[in-house]
């Protein structure tokens, strides 16, 4: 993590864009949305808030799946007794009372306290803006404000541009070599695995050819291509023909880059293959899943309906002509 004004990208946090060239795609219709979860809270004596602030930073919150890093934790509720109001989980980490109850009673015995209830609610994530914030404080529970959180998303996001302009002219040039080549659908994808940048597969879109199914799409296919040289890997490392640098799981951590934004089943299976990032070049404004204004605006890699995420980003220079698909074929 570097500071803002010390990372050596060029970042436009107005327009979410990295060096002119990378617009970061996101949920636009979910970005200021408090989507209000509900909390367990308990009334407290003053005395007991560093006893209470200790047990939320080390049992409850690196195990809330909701991150409440926005949120404040403690409010006044009537100063004159010094009675203190204390959030102390979401209900997706304990759903019953009695879990609750069990974790204050292991984790702070001697503590007492009155009001164990689960109905207040709290914005599920940081709002974009200091007058959001200001607004949701009073709408729900008081708020902590840092800055709009995806400057801080941005910031922290790691590109080797290099790397990504010499993979964005790989699938260009082969997708123009496709079309030349006959292939109807001149999709092309690359996998790179983090830890083996240097042997990127590439996969095209097969479903033209006659062997193959209508669901051979190049990401599709390039899934399961990293699942067959993984399946190599372990064969020859179980001969002892190579040495064994580790094992890859489904494609965790990979980045994806291919030609036209990915149609919904192909958006799905990069989130069930845990793939970190996926760079496209040609948005499919009627079949594409990752713009808010493509397709149905699902959002595949941003929807709240999920648990796992990527990130995603278009190149939105014009440095790498791709073939034009025709807007109704899913990419
Ligand atoms: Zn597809």
Not at 280 to 286: D, G
Request: hydrophobic content about 35%.
């Amino acid at each position: 993590m570097v500071k803002k004004s010390l990372n050596p990208l060029k970042i436009d946090y107005r327009k979410c864009i990295v060096e002119d060239r990378l617009l970061q795609i996101r949920n636009e219709r979910i970005i200021d949305v408090a989507d209000p979860v509900k909390v367990w809270t308990i009334d407290i004596d003053a005395k007991d808030s560093k006893k209470v602030v200790d047990f939320i930073r080390r049992f409850t919150q690196p195990n809330d799946p909701v991150p409440l890093m926005h949120v404040k934790r403690i409010k006044k509720k009537n100063a004159e007794k010094k009675i203190l109001c204390v959030l102390i989980c979401s209900v997706e980490l304990a759903r019953e009372k009695s879990e609750v109850v069990s974790f204050l009673q292991q984790e702070v015995p001697d503590l007492k306290y009155s009001n164990l209830e689960n109905t207040q609610r709290v914005p599920r994530q940081a709002a974009p803006t200091k007058e959001l914030a200001v607004e949701w404080s009073n709408e729900y529970w008081p708020l902590t404000w840092y800055g709009n959180p995806n400057d801080q998303i941005l910031n922290d996001y790691v590109f080797d541009m290099d790397l990504i302009k010499f993979l964005l002219e790989l699938i260009s040039s082969r997708s123009r070599k496709e079309l030349q080549k006959g292939n109807g659908f001149p999709i092309v994808t690359a996998f790179v695995n983090p830890r083996d940048t240097k042997n990127p597969i590439i996969s095209v879109d097969k479903r033209d050819h006659h062997d193959h199914t209508l669901l051979d799409h190049s990401i599709m296919f390039g899934i399961k291509s990293v699942a067959e040289r993984e399946a190599k890997r372990r064969y020859q490392v179980e001969k002892g023909e190579k040495e064994d640098a580790g094992s890859v799981y489904l494609c965790l951590n990979f980045d994806v880059y291919t030609t036209h934004e990915p149609c919904s089943m192909c958006s799905m299976a990069l989130i069930h293959s845990r793939v970190k990032r996926c760079i496209f070049l040609q948005p499919m404004i009627k079949t594409g899943c990752l713009k808010t204004e493509s397709g149905n605006g699902y959002c595949m890699h941003n929807n709240r309906k999920l648990n796992s995420k990527y990130e995603v980003f278009q190149w939105i220079g014009n440095e790498y002509s791709t073939p034009t698909i025709d807007e109704n074929v899913c990419c």
